[in-house]
């Protein structure tokens, strides 16, 4: 018997964001879409008005060996979309290397618009696939916050960068406009971390990481971001440097601290003692007009603790997006 009803023209995994500004002044969602395993959740009653908020959940708590999740994201003109996690996205185990878990997400961010994504780490557990794709193509004045970051996977089970592949790949262009004869590729970040492909000298990707337990990318650009970035940039040109040293006496030294500092002065103080103790490590670049943040440590705990006290410290994600950006970071 033929149904009467038409078929359906939705996938699993799909899902589709679509954010403008409303007749207020205010962002809201135009469309939110989604079918399993991907997951999305917007407050119907947000907290804040500086953009609209939308949760990246997947059904079960994470992706399952072989799931594929494929999200498209339009912000219009002068909206703010913020998009958080619930927790970590966990990659369970795949039963076989060749079954993969893929996750795609390609976002457009028209003029004057800004997309904040702060998630919650990918953490891929042992024996697991995974493969990931971003793609953002922003117009000329779009702004954009992203940060992408994995973990060792279960350190409480032993899991030490115990699963097969992943593989991630952020890529952000500009769209064409005006004068412009097609899009430009800014920034084209990848990482892959492959068991069966380690170093000839160390003979598992445990021993490559060098113990470290979490690696993350933060990528800002557009004008929105431009305070965050050069914050970033002159932070990371007032580390110590490999062969500096202060040779003053230590009565010198505490007498400094004594005569007192400034309370950015004394923020920057307690973070370097803080990035010593915790063992992280952190480099940030100019590039083609994005800003490009590395960061690594031996902990997970360390690298988010680090990560939210540069973005709280700095202050204008809360401003722009409102304190909810945050959530997954502090």
Request: hydrophobic share 40%.
């Amino acid at each position: 018997m033929n149904s009467p009803f038409p078929k359906s023209s939705s996938a699993a995994g799909e899902g589709k964001i679509i954010a403008r500004l409303q007749p207020d002044g205010v962002s809201g969602l135009e469309t939110i879409t989604y079918q399993y395993p991907l997951k999305l959740i917007s407050p119907s009653k947000p907290a804040e008005d500086k953009s609209v908020l939308v949760f990246l959940l997947s059904y079960g708590g994470g992706l399952v060996g072989g799931d594929q999740v494929n999200l498209s994201i339009q912000v219009h003109p002068q909206a703010k979309l913020t998009i958080v996690t619930q927790g970590h996205t966990k990659v369970f185990t795949s039963t076989k290397t060749d079954i993969v878990t893929r996750q795609t997400m390609r976002a457009q961010v028209a003029s004057g618009g800004a997309l904040c994504l702060l998630p919650d780490p990918v953490q891929p557990f042992a024996g697991s696939v995974y493969e990931q794709t971003q793609i953002f193509e922003l117009a000329k004045d779009a702004s954009l916050c992203l940060l992408d970051w994995v973990t060792q996977g279960r350190s409480a089970r032993g899991e030490d960068w115990s699963f097969v592949r992943w593989l991630g790949r952020n890529e952000v262009w500009t769209l064409p406009g005006g004068d412009d004869s097609g899009a430009r590729l800014l920034v084209r970040d990848s990482l892959l971390l492959d068991s069966a492909q380690a170093h000839p000298q160390m003979k598992t990707l445990r021993e490559s990481m060098h113990a470290i337990g979490i690696m993350g990318t933060l990528i800002l650009r557009g004008p929105l971001m431009k305070s965050l970035g050069e914050f970033f940039l002159a932070e990371f040109t007032a580390l110590p440097r490999i062969g500096a040293r202060d040779w003053r006496s230590e009565d010198a030294k505490k007498a400094e601290v004594i005569e007192g500092l400034s309370t950015a002065e004394t923020w920057r103080r307690d973070r370097l003692k803080m990035e010593k103790e915790s063992g992280l490590l952190w480099s940030a670049a100019l590039v083609r007009g994005c800003v490009v943040v590395k960061f690594g440590a031996p902990e997970v705990e360390a690298g988010r603790t680090w990560i939210g006290s540069m973005l709280v410290q700095e202050g204008s994600i809360g401003e722009i997006f409102g304190d909810h950006a945050l959530l997954c970071v502090r």
